[in-house]
């Protein structure tokens, strides 16, 4: 997505997206409870990933694919295994916004950006990546294309008023044009497209831009023969819908819970939102639906910005250890504050990658916090069992049950310390396996240690912003 938000627009609905009649997130937009169904199967390296989200032309000095594949080891040693790579073809010029465009423009699907390399500087990164044990997925950006896309040629292709005159998705894309799903050639153009990158580039899948915009069946046509091509390919839809996750997509968005925890953290909403956020999904979801869990993305304003340095890590360290798949957005790592949503998308404001002198604490707390979800198989493959605190508004607890394994999380979402207790579920006593991760940096001082104070369960103590891990063989 461009321009618009989504957390902003499940706020502010149809007055945001034009005249695109938008569903609240999460929900079904045919009225059909989708409980009662099961999900496609996931791979397993899909189930287990942790994606690291690119966008090349802020990554690195260089700004293009060579300085992508300079970087994959930063990218292996934080201990990711999927490179998601924000749009990578040539970017429309006219009705342009910004000095270089949105990446969501896009003039030729079948083409690299010469801003950023070539078709083979590609195929040298995803062999680098590979070699790396790295899988790599394109965004694919099936609603629209730039005005002078090379799809122009054909206007039928898109959609057009009354007067044949193509129509933009909304008032606000006013850069790009809308494709048309009731003309069988642009299905048939954009799955060969999507075939091309899998076939001739090695690619591992497809992050889906604004995923709800284009039909359903369209997805699920063209899944059978991607799959032809490659057949554990990872489908991620930028959206919240359950009927994408029946038989189209390995996973979604996880738009509401991003929405609660900004509640929580931005305006002091109660943290037992992240339960009932959570248990909204279960309701509404075919069974077993993975969802790509995240604090900050390239739609957002930076997690630092809007929650302050130990809340944004309080929120990843949900990220981390709640059921789906778990999102770093570059530069996350080492708490880097530079703008990459709109305007900014349309510009190039680097990653500021020396401000990891100042906050070292973050790549240690994101290296430790990676290498437990990996470790810990409950933690990426569990089933979630949530248990009470005895100050839920504040204090999120859960345990993570699966593999021979209890995991028991608990984060306070808030500024003051904590003390009370959480209700353990019976059985044998916890161990603490919480990661030795500083707090951050004070003005003017050193980076302290963090001392939470010791007790035995269910008695626990929490700083502000503080989470404590606890592990125990299970049945």
Known sequence: MQALSPLLAASLGTALLGTIAHPVWGQSRDGRDWSHETARAVPDWV????????????????????????????????????????????????????????????????????????????????????????????????????????MMATPELYVRDAQGRVQPPNTDWSDVAKLDYTNPKTRAYMVEMMVQWLRDYGVDGFRCDVAGLVPTDFWEEARPRLEAVRPDLFLLAEWSTPDLMAK?????YAWPFHATLNGILSLGAPASGIRATWEEERRNFPRGSLHLRFSDNHDEKRAIARFGEPAALAAQALVFTMDGIPLVYNGM???????????????????????????????????????????????????????????????????????????????????????????????????????????????????????????????????????????????
């Open 47 to 150: 189930r287990d990933a942790v994606v690291y989200e690119v966008f090349p032309r802020a990554f690195s000095p260089e700004g293009n694919l060579s300085g992508v594949t300079s970087r994959l080891d930063h990218v292996r040693d934080l201990g990711a295994t999927v490179v998601w790579l924000m749009p990578i073809h040539p970017i429309g010029a006219l009705k342009r916004k910004g000095t270089y465009g949105s990446p969501y423009s896009i003039r030729d699907f079948r083409a690299v950006n010469p801003d950023y390399g070539t078709g083979e500087d590609l195929k040298r990164l995803v062999r680098e990546a590979h070699a790396r044990g790295l899988r790599v997925i394109l965004d694919v950006v099936a609603n629209h294309t730039s005005w002078d896309s090379v």
């Open 248 to 252: 189209a997509f390995d996973a979604d």
């Open 333 to 475: 790592e080492i708490g880097d504050t530079a703008e990459s949503g709109g305007p900014a998308l349309t510009e190039r404001v680097p990653v500021f990658w020396p401000i990891v002198e100042r906050r070292p604490e973050f790549p240690r707390f994101y290296r430790s916090m990676i290498a437990l979800r990996r470790e810990h198989p409950a933690l990426r493959q569990g089933e979630t069992l949530w248990v009470n605190s005895s100050e839920s508004d504040r204090v999120v607890s859960f345990v993570r049950r699966g593999v021979g394994e209890d995991v028991l999380v608990a984060v306070n979402l808030s500024s003051r310390p904590w003390a009370g207790t959480v209700d353990t579920p019976a059985g044998a006593p916890f161990a603490e396996i919480t990661p030795a991760v500083p707090l951050p940096q004070q003005p003017g001082g050193a980076t302290p240690e963090r001392t939470a104070r010791t007790v035995e369960l269910p008695s626990l103590a929490l700083e502000a912003w503080g989470f404590r891990i606890f592990r125990r063989k299970s049945p």
